[in-house]
């Protein structure tokens, strides 16, 4: 495996555990980490003209991996679980997520 992809899967790892701290903490709610993170996608749609349909994909990953990493409960933060449950949600067009109507992920 690409160096890049292992240090790609230790940092959304230790984001998502911040995230749980925060929420843990009283220093923001679930709704307020899952409004932020649903922000940063429809960023994406602002993107200068010419990425691929992969491209965005690729640089969406990330925001709907911390995403479901939020919403799995009491499940363990397993990387190969999480990532697998964002690669079957469905893709959102990028004319919707830059019109902000980009649909949360599960």
Do not use: H, W, Y
């Amino acid at each position: 495996m690409n160096t890049a992809n292992l240090q790609m899967e230790g940092l959304l790892l230790a984001v998502a555990a911040v995230l749980d701290l925060l929420k843990a903490k009283g220093l923001a709610s679930q709704a307020e980490l899952v409004d932020a993170l649903a922000g940063a996608e429809r960023g994406i749609g602002t993107s200068p003209a010419g990425l691929s349909d992969s491209n965005e994909e690729a640089i969406r990953f990330p925001i709907r991996f911390l995403r479901a990493a939020l919403q799995r409960e009491d499940a363990p933060l397993a990387f190969m679980a999480l990532a697998g449950e964002v690669g079957r949600q469905p893709r959102p067009t990028s004319e919707a997520c830059a019109s902000g109507v980009c649909p949360e992920a599960g």
